[in-house]
């Protein structure tokens, strides 16, 4: 296409002010690279470093600029050198003008900034040194693409998850973690002193070749003891082999456990996401629903879930009811008692779908979502939590979803529209993602993935030119579209649904730092002793296409609840909850006298944080 120029014409239009820096080092290092920026201006920390690399054969400004907004003034600025203890301080600065600032004439060595201190004892510490854990999940190199080359995201890299319980009877918590295929599943005993030990299980090691996505402790066959359930999940097995198959692995009321083999019989297996237990039919068991997270090979096809009945000895009977069939790509449930009637109503989130609430009457499930207010909650949620975060006895729920750091935009009004269909007609179905551009649908998909999947496309995109602006009804015609299953999410952000009390629900979105990558972990508890509900979350997501980059700038967050239903994040450094690698799940686990939480990662170690109070 033909070069261009845009003229940037912000300040006139929004009236917005800057400071822009013009930094001169010392040495060899003339561009003053690695310095550090520090501003402070109403109430407001803005930080900047020096490192004008962006580009491909290219530059962005060696001036760093750093917007204030509204704010005509700011009231501190600091510049870290990058020589050891050479900084500048500057206070009183006006806005709109650019700071000539030499290295060579810093002399300040010391400060004592209070907001650039950590909090002097921050709420948690990582110990997971001293918790002994030798353990780290290993992701197998298997890539969605090779089999579904127009697949955005890798659905083979979604575990691990943890269960917590006491397994053996020593009063102590234990949990399992989920392994990857090749990998099984490990159950680690807590020692007395607050120490964790892998125990060794015949069945788990011998079901390696299953790829775990979820698991969940509770009392199948009525024992008094936790039996363990490990859902099978992910892209890579062949549809309906028996390494989709979930497994139940009963207790013997010290830990070991045995797989039961007949405990579901004539299952089917499916691609699972979640698992989660609760009495549904009030007959004193503990039932299950599984949600299905996808059909391998055919990832776009809306799936459903299932109830597995518990006769009471850990036998269950398998049921789909309507009100569980074709619902989206399900990727996490909670049962709650929504409507005060003593009975746990289900609800449901995953891919392309709103979140879900089911009614739960004598174990008769009924879909009330769109009259709780939630039928324009299309999304590509990932996981719900329970909590009471304004205090009036409703359960709230907090919601976690792809986030609004990525190249993916998306509105109720303009949604992410995806189009599943074979539309070459060659027995394997494609996957165009759309979004909305000027009105248009126009595709994310590059011209030579398209005609490279799709050859007959080829001669009427012979240049990238006639490719450009195409929108999904130019590509593809009417009778073609027809035929497709088209998928849309309008909302994108990760967020809390408020109850109101009538059967109804507000989406309201969590602040802007919990929306820097798509939100995976999710643990809610009063962590600060307050008396209010907090949040702990975590994500981070590697498996997109390189056109789409690594969605990892979550460093782990912990909301502060208010008790009015919302949040102040508190930043890493504060509160000492910092994560990194790609989080898959957070659960609160009680380690010696001491509240904590086990972080699962994908392809990692999982780490340990130990409340301080």
């Given at each position: 296409?033909e070069a261009?120029?845009?003229?940037?014409?912000?300040?006139?239009?929004?009236?917005?002010n800057?400071?822009?820096f013009?930094?001169?080092?010392?040495?060899?290092?003339?561009?003053?690279l690695?310095?550090k920026?520090?501003?402070?201006?109403?109430?407001?920390?803005?930080?900047?470093?020096q490192m004008?690399?962006?580009?491909?054969?290219s530059?962005?400004?060696?001036?760093?600029?750093?917007g204030?907004?509204a704010?005509?003034?700011?009231?501190?600025?600091?510049?870290v050198?990058?020589?050891p203890?050479?900084?500048t301080?500057?206070?009183?600065?006006?806005?709109?003008?650019?700071?000539?600032l030499s290295?060579?004439?810093?002399t300040?060595?010391?400060?004592?900034?209070?907001w650039?201190?950590?909090?002097?004892?921050p709420l948690?510490?990582?110990t997971?040194?001293s918790a002994?854990i030798n353990w780290?999940?290993?992701?197998d190199?298997f890539y969605d693409?090779?089999r579904?080359?127009l697949?955005y995201f890798?659905?083979?890299t979604?575990?691990?998850?943890?269960?917590t319980?006491?397994?053996?009877?020593?009063?102590?918590e234990?949990?399992?973690?989920?392994?990857?295929k090749?990998?099984?599943?490990?159950v680690?005993?807590?020692t007395?002193?607050?120490k964790?030990?892998?125990s060794t299980?015949?069945?788990?090691?011998?079901?390696?070749?299953?790829?775990?996505?979820?698991?969940v402790f509770?009392?199948?066959?009525?024992?008094?003891?936790?039996?363990l359930?490990?859902?099978?999940?992910?892209n890579?097995a062949e549809?309906?082999?028996?390494?989709?198959?979930?497994?139940l692995?009963?207790?013997?009321?010290?830990?070991?456990?045995?797989?039961a083999?007949?405990?579901?019989?004539g299952?089917?297996?499916?691609?699972?996401?979640?698992v989660r237990?609760?009495?549904?039919?009030?007959d004193g068991?503990?039932?299950?629903?599984a949600?299905?997270?996808?059909?391998?090979?055919?990832?776009g096809?809306?799936?459903?879930?299932?109830?597995?009945?518990?006769?009471g000895?850990g036998?269950?009977?398998?049921?789909?009811?309507d009100?569980?069939k074709?619902?989206?790509?399900?990727?996490?449930?909670?049962?709650?008692?929504?409507?005060?009637?003593?009975?746990p109503d289900?609800?449901?989130?995953?891919?392309w779908m709103?979140v879900k609430?089911?009614?739960?009457?004598?174990?008769?499930l009924?879909?009330?979502?769109d009259r709780?207010?939630?039928?324009?909650?299309?999304?590509?949620?990932k996981?719900?939590a329970p909590?009471?975060?304004?205090?009036?006895g409703?359960p709230?729920?907090?919601?976690?979803?792809m986030?609004?750091?990525?190249?993916?935009?998306?509105s109720?009004?303009?949604?992410?529209t995806?189009?599943?269909n074979?539309?070459?007609?060659?027995?394997?179905?494609?996957?165009?993602?759309?979004?909305y551009?000027?009105?248009?649908?126009?595709?994310?998909?590059l011209r030579g993935?398209l005609?490279?999947?799709?050859?007959?496309?080829?001669?009427?995109?012979?240049?990238?030119?006639r490719y450009?602006?195409?929108?999904?009804t130019?590509?593809?015609?009417?009778?073609q579209?027809?035929?497709?299953v088209?998928?849309?999410?309008?909302?994108?952000?990760?967020g809390?649904?408020m109850?109101?009390g009538?059967?109804?629900?507000?989406f309201?979105?969590l602040?802007s730092?919990?929306?820097?990558?798509?939100?995976?972990?999710?643990?809610?508890g009063?962590?600060?002793?307050?008396?209010?509900?907090?949040?702990?979350?975590?994500?981070n997501?590697?498996g997109?296409?390189?056109?789409?980059?690594?969605m990892d700038a979550?460093?782990g967050?912990?909301l502060?609840?208010?008790?009015?239903g919302?949040?102040?994040?508190?930043?890493?450094r504060?509160?000492?909850?910092?994560l990194?690698?790609?989080?898959?799940?957070?659960?609160?686990?009680r380690?010696?006298q001491?509240?904590?939480?086990?972080?699962a990662r994908?392809?990692?170690q999982?780490?340990?944080?130990s409340?301080?109070?």
């Amino acid at each position: 296409m033909e070069a261009f120029v845009y003229r940037n014409e912000s300040v006139e239009s929004l009236k917005n002010n800057y400071v822009k820096f013009e930094l001169k080092g010392e040495g060899a290092n003339t561009a003053a690279l690695g310095a550090k920026i520090f501003l402070r201006a109403g109430g407001q920390t803005f930080y900047q470093e020096q490192m004008p690399m962006r580009g491909f054969q290219s530059s962005m400004d060696p001036r760093p600029n750093i917007g204030l907004g509204a704010l005509s003034k700011v009231d501190t600025v600091l510049v870290v050198w990058p020589a050891p203890g050479k900084m500048t301080l500057l206070t009183g600065v006006s806005a709109n003008q650019t700071l000539k600032l030499s290295q060579a004439d810093a002399t300040l060595k010391t400060f004592d900034i209070p907001w650039l201190k950590p909090a002097a004892a921050p709420l948690f510490q990582n110990t997971t040194a001293s918790a002994g854990i030798n353990w780290r999940h290993e992701e197998d190199a298997f890539y969605d693409w090779d089999r579904d080359r127009l697949l955005y995201f890798l659905y083979s890299t979604e575990g691990p998850r943890v269960a917590t319980g006491d397994v053996n009877g020593d009063n102590r918590e234990d949990f399992f973690i989920c392994g990857a295929k090749g990998q099984p599943g490990a159950v680690f005993f807590q020692t007395p002193e607050g120490k964790f030990r892998q125990s060794t299980q015949a069945d788990l090691n011998a079901d390696a070749k299953c790829e775990d996505v979820d698991a969940v402790f509770f009392d199948a066959d009525g024992d008094k003891d936790l039996d363990l359930y490990v859902a099978s999940g992910s892209n890579e097995a062949e549809p309906s082999s028996p390494e989709l198959a979930d497994r139940l692995y009963l207790n013997d009321g010290n830990g070991n456990f045995q797989r039961a083999r007949d405990a579901v019989p004539g299952q089917k297996p499916f691609a699972t996401g979640c698992v989660r237990p609760a009495d549904l039919d009030g007959d004193g068991d503990l039932d299950l629903f599984a949600g299905m997270r996808l059909l391998p090979g055919k990832v776009g096809s809306p799936v459903g879930g299932f109830l597995l009945i518990n006769d009471g000895k850990g036998y269950f009977t398998m049921e789909q009811p309507d009100a569980l069939k074709k619902l989206g790509l399900i990727t996490d449930a909670v049962w709650s008692d929504i409507d005060g009637d003593k009975d746990p109503d289900l609800l449901i989130t995953g891919e392309w779908m709103p979140v879900k609430v089911l009614r739960n009457d004598k174990g008769v499930l009924t879909d009330l979502s769109d009259r709780a207010g939630l039928e324009k909650t299309n999304g590509l949620w990932k996981r719900i939590a329970p909590g009471d975060f304004n205090n009036d006895g409703l359960p709230d729920f907090i919601v976690g979803n792809m986030g609004l750091n990525s190249r993916l935009e998306a509105s109720p009004e303009q949604p992410l529209t995806l189009f599943f269909n074979d539309f070459d007609k060659n027995g394997t179905p494609e996957h165009i993602l759309c979004r909305y551009n000027g009105g248009l649908l126009l595709p994310y998909i590059l011209r030579g993935d398209l005609v490279g999947e799709i050859p007959s496309l080829k001669k009427k995109y012979l240049k990238y030119k006639r490719y450009a602006n195409q929108s999904i009804t130019d590509i593809f015609s009417a009778e073609q579209l027809a035929d497709a299953v088209v998928l849309k999410a309008g909302v994108l952000a990760s967020g809390v649904l408020m109850n109101q009390g009538n059967g109804r629900f507000v989406f309201i979105p969590l602040p802007s730092e919990a929306q820097f990558a798509p939100m995976y972990g999710i643990q809610v508890g009063d962590f600060d002793g307050d008396g209010m509900q907090d949040v702990l979350t975590g994500g981070n997501f590697l498996g997109a296409k390189p056109e789409f980059g690594y969605m990892d700038a979550d460093y782990g967050l912990f909301l502060k609840g208010n008790g009015k239903g919302g949040f102040k994040p508190v930043r890493s450094r504060d509160s000492g909850f910092h994560l990194d690698g790609e989080v898959r799940d957070i659960r609160s686990i009680r380690i010696g006298q001491k509240n904590a939480v086990i972080v699962a990662r994908n392809n990692a170690q999982p780490l340990v944080f130990s409340a301080r109070k």
